[in-house]
């Protein structure tokens, strides 16, 4: 189950780490995903399935995405989408 919180503090991990030449490196690797899946002609659709969390840099990915489904049903644990950082 996803935690909003902790993907916040993995994202301000990185960015407090963002002189270590692994870190830059990753973060260097993110941008250049995020362009790539920005300039595709390709469509993509994100899933938000019960359960899941998007914050951060995954809240990129689910924005960018073409289309993003999310069930409503109360029944089920809830989909968490944190908009805020």
């Known amino acids: 189950m996803g935690n909003a919180d902790d993907l916040l503090a ?15 490196e990753i973060l260097l ?6 362009r790539r899946l920005d300039l595709t002609a390709k469509s ?7 359960g899941s969390c998007f914050a ?10 073409d289309r993003s489904y999310m069930l409503n049903n109360s029944e089920e644990a809830q989909a968490s989408v944190c908009a805020s950082s």
């Open 10 to 24: 993995l994202d301000e991990t990185l960015a407090a780490n963002r002189d270590h030449w692994f870190i830059r």
């Open 29 to 34: 690797h993110m941008a250049r995903v995020l």
């Open 44 to 50: 993509f659709f994100t899933f938000v399935e019960p």
């Open 56 to 65: 951060g840099n995954l809240l990129e990915l689910l924005l960018a995405s």
